[in-house]
């Protein structure tokens, strides 16, 4: 590894960054290097033993200031520190600075940018008759309830931002969940329309057996507090 003329070492808040060594881009067995020590994982199972009554016993690589070796916990103690290590849901482990920054000028001139593609528009105040009967279980019932014009988006050239992604791309990529995957025949599904109307919206629900209304709000108790 090539080595800077001066240390950019930092502590913050728990976290240590040290980046005062350089792998050339080419270099691929540090690189290899790098990979595995970004990947290795919270213990090294060559130093973990059980012991005969059941408890597990846990070697240092080096000995503590105290001259301690290793430490014995139960099973669930090494599961409870073992959590404590497993990051909170959704929280943001990679942080960008400098010119990775999210807001940084030159950003867009070192990030490839994904190509431009064909988004929605804003709606262009035409519309189009729904008719539920090919998503839908009662084709009669819905077509009755729904047989109203709804305002459609149309098209457009224009490119979108390259740091934005749908919101249908976002859930499946952080939750892997496909909200445009039919949950019937497995096909793609596309947004039709946007429904606003209150009373739309709560036809459409009843038709379908399902609440129209928000579920109730849970009461609020007073803290309790002790006698002065």
Known sequence: MEGFPSPRCATVDGFSLHAN?????GDLARLERLARYCARGPLAMERLER????????????PWRDGTTHIVLDPLEMLQKLAALIPAPHAHLVR???LFAPAAKWRSAIVPAAAAAAVPSSVQGESVTVNLETIA?????????IDATMPVAEPSSV?????NYAW???MKRVWALDVLECPRCRGRMRILADIHSPDAIE?????LDLPSRA???????????RPS
């Open 96 to 98: 960008y600075a400098g």
């Open 203 to 207: 036809r459409i629900l009843k038709c």
């Open 137 to 145: 279980h009662r084709e009669d019932s819905l077509a009755n309830v």
């Open 168 to 170: 249908a791309e976002l």
């Open 21 to 25: 060594l350089a792998i050339p881009a």
């Open 159 to 163: 490119a979108p931002h390259p740091r």
């Open 51 to 62: 012991l005969a009554n059941g408890r597990l016993l846990y070697r240092f690589k080096r």
């Open 215 to 225: 579920p109730p709000a849970a009461r609020e108790f007073p803290v309790p507090t």
